[in-house]
């Protein structure tokens, strides 16, 4: 109690420190902060709001706060945050709207709520997902911290001026629930998600390759240059490029894509005429250590695994050159939809996707891909797309077709019509 005493006071007299500058600022009609209590590299879509803003001339403070070790005391954490998290709002060029992400949502909807009230500007809340749901992951639904989160959620968010969210389906919630007017922005692709030419492709392999493929530097598993007029052309034989991105969470159980993988390798081995498969695996996360390990116990002969970090602009080329893309994740609200699959749509890469209650909202099955429950509809699905490859006919074939026709809007498109007449 001593500690959080303490706390309070040495945060009361930050506050006091500051309000001498608000004086000082005359209001700035055009400026916004876009704030996530994160790491920013691992928010596309409040970076995407920046860009936007950018360039509707708005003037944008982006604030960023990298989390803390786990062993920190949820309270000590907590408390730290807050501190710090006011300092830096009341510090900045005053701002006329706070754009905020949530989750993770605590302390920071409290915190930017009081500076808001500083600033008399007001305040806008991103709802990506519930804090207290991803919490409950690791806790479980009845654990007191994660009941203290969703109070705590549900009583600040209410404070909010605007709200956007990333689904219908969270719409609904957040007012039948929360009592929180929402628009629903759903997540579109930035404009370099795009099909990649097959000369970039080449070029991508031959920079990801470890070793060239025989004697030929100019040959990769998928590509090669044609010696008579020196265009980059399709390997005869080449193995089917699959793609999976991942943070490497409790959210996303890759178990069930390892067992796929399994009974795929098995079908080969019965004779069935199926391709070998490269699997790449991208992303950074707590488990990667944990599925590397059983991805080294697992001896295939027609399968190659790999989990790279791929640089910022590679991983939109490996999407466009990809044949297939899985997706894992599972939302801990039922209520938002992963980005990866944007991703993978804006590049009309076709995806086998975990279902979980909104998912339709992003993937059609039959339509744009496919919708699995476990590892055995998985490793069905990746016979039934894959029997024939490379052929241009099959499901596969129309998936992509039917991305090319569905003419997607991109990020700024869709912007521009929901959230700039909120500014």
């Known amino acids: 109690m001593a500690a959080g005493g303490a706390a309070l006071a040495l945060a009361a007299a930050v506050l006091a420190a500051l309000l001498w500058r608000r004086g000082r600022w005359q209001r700035v009609a055009r400026r916004v902060c876009v704030a996530v209590l994160g790491d920013l590299g691992r928010s596309p879509r409040m970076q995407y709001h920046a860009l936007s803003l950018a360039r509707h001339g708005r003037g944008v403070e982006l604030l960023g706060y990298l989390l803390g070790p786990k062993l920190f005391q949820y309270v000590i954490k907590v408390i ?219 001896h295939f002969k027609h399968i190659q695994i790999c989990t790279p970090w791929l640089e910022a602009e590679d991983y939109p080329l490996l999407l466009g050159s990809a044949d297939l893309g899985v997706c894992l994740h599972k939302s801990s609200s039922g209520l938002d939809l992963p980005m990866k699959v944007v991703d993978m749509f804006g590049c009309c890469l076709p995806v086998c996707a975990i279902y979980f209650e909104c998912l339709h909202e992003l993937v059609k099955h039959d339509e744009n891909g496919l919708i699995f429950r476990d590892s055995n509809e998985l490793a069905e699905q990746l016979k039934m797309l894959f029997l024939g490859f490379p052929t241009l006919e099959g499901k596969l074939h129309n998936f992509r077709k039917n991305l090319h026709a569905s003419k997607q809007l991109r990020w700024d498109e869709s912007w521009d019509q929901t959230v700039l007449p909120l500014f």
């Open 80 to 298: 730290v945050q807050t501190i710090q998290l006011l300092y830096t709002m009341l510090k900045i060029n005053q701002p006329s709207y706070i754009l905020l992400q949530n989750p993770p949502g605590l302390p920071s909807i409290a915190v930017a709520w009081v500076a808001c009230l500083f600033w008399r500007s007001k305040l806008i809340i991103d709802w990506h997902n519930y804090g207290y749901t991803v919490m409950s992951l690791n806790h479980g639904r009845n654990h007191p911290l994660v009941q203290i989160a969703k109070w705590y959620e549900k009583l600040f968010g209410r404070l909010s001026d605007y709200n956007l969210c990333v689904t219908n389906a969270m719409k609904e919630d957040l007012w039948v629930n929360c009592n929180i007017k929402a628009v629903t922005l759903y997540d579109k692709p930035a404009s370099y998600f795009k099909e990649t030419p097959l000369e970039l492709q080449h070029h991508l392999y031959m920079k990801l390759a470890t070793e060239s493929v025989g004697l030929n530097a100019e040959r990769s598993a998928f590509t090669e240059v044609d010696e008579k007029n020196g265009h980059v052309i399709k390997t005869r034989g080449r193995p089917a490029l699959l793609i999976s991105s991942t943070s490497w969470t409790e959210d996303e159980d890759f178990s069930v894509l390892l067992k796929a993988l399994e009974d795929y390798e098995q079908y080969i081995n019965e004779g069935v005429k199926l391709p070998p498969l490269v699997c790449v695996i991208t992303g950074k996360g707590p488990l990667k250590d944990y599925y590397n390990g059983l991805i080294n116990k697992l």
